[in-house]
């Protein structure tokens, strides 16, 4: 395993724990590290995040079944939004350049970190 491979793990293994514990974090955070890979264009550290997010998304679930703490119809009517959003959203990422795609996460992480500097 190579230097990024180690440091890919450590960020996964802290982005993961911080998003299963607050719901906040993996893109906010992944996405910025993602894109300082030298060789990886930002639509393949967009795919890669969205893979990996995949299993921590599937083992926290999986946590939060077992421990009673889904809201079972809430989670039906925000799963079918996300279904229709990442088919949408997938077609997207294909159109935009690699600049229009970095532009459209550092708005969103300034605006998300804004958001959670202001409100209390």
Known sequence: MDLI???LL????????????????WGIIMMPV???IPGLTPQ?????????????????????VRSGL??????VYLS???IVGGVLGAHL???FSALTLKRIVGVVVIGAGASLLINR
């Open 44 to 64: 393949q550290a967009v795919a890669v995040s969205i893979l990996a997010y995949l299993f921590n998304s599937l083992v926290a679930s999986f946590e939060n």
């Open 10 to 25: 450590a960020l996964g293994a802290i982005v993961g724990t911080l998003n299963a514990a607050t719901g906040v974090g």
């Open 93 to 95: 990422l294909q159109t």
């Open 34 to 36: 993602l894109f300082l």
């Open 80 to 82: 079918i939004g996300a």
């Open 70 to 75: 889904i809201v079972w119809n809430y989670a």
């Open 5 to 7: 491979g180690v440091g």
